[in-house]
């Protein structure tokens, strides 16, 4: 079994960048898939970045695409999301999730662990 711990989240303005950490335990996650969704309030969770299990590929939602920067460092058993140029409507709960598989999904099924969350909120 594997636990997910994200970090990072917090206050920031319109414009501003935070770096989103995920740190993983109980085993490696060297051989898996990681994605990160995101919650805001009264909606659903939905997708926003993934990376396949040596970080050769990465994909990303549209309304986060040349703004959000996904990585990993499989020596350190955690995975980033670097998020610049925020806007308010990033505001949300910020979630990390790995997938059995080597190969990332964009669908909340498609993973098998989930870490609580790290809240992010953007101010006008």
């Known amino acids: 079994q594997v636990q997910l711990v994200e970090s990072g989240g917090g206050l920031v303005q319109a414009g501003g960048s935070l770096r989103l950490s995920c740190a993983a335990s109980g085993r490696a996650i060297s051989n898996n898939a990681m994605g990160w969704f995101r919650q805001a309030p009264g909606k659903a969770r939905e997708f926003v970045a993934a990376?396949?299990?040596?970080?050769?590929?990465?994909f990303y939602a549209d309304p986060v695409k040349g703004r959000f920067t996904i990585s990993r460092d499989n020596a350190k058993n955690t995975v980033y999301l670097q998020m610049n140029n925020l806007k308010p409507e990033d505001t949300a709960v910020y979630y990390c999730?790995?997938?059995?598989?080597?190969?990332?999904?964009?669908?909340?099924?498609?993973?098998?662990?989930w870490g609580q969350g790290t809240q992010v909120t953007v101010s006008s």
């Open positions: 990376i396949t299990w040596i970080g050769d590929g990465t």
């Open positions: 999730a790995v997938r059995r598989f080597t190969v990332p999904s964009r669908t909340e099924s498609g993973y098998d662990y």
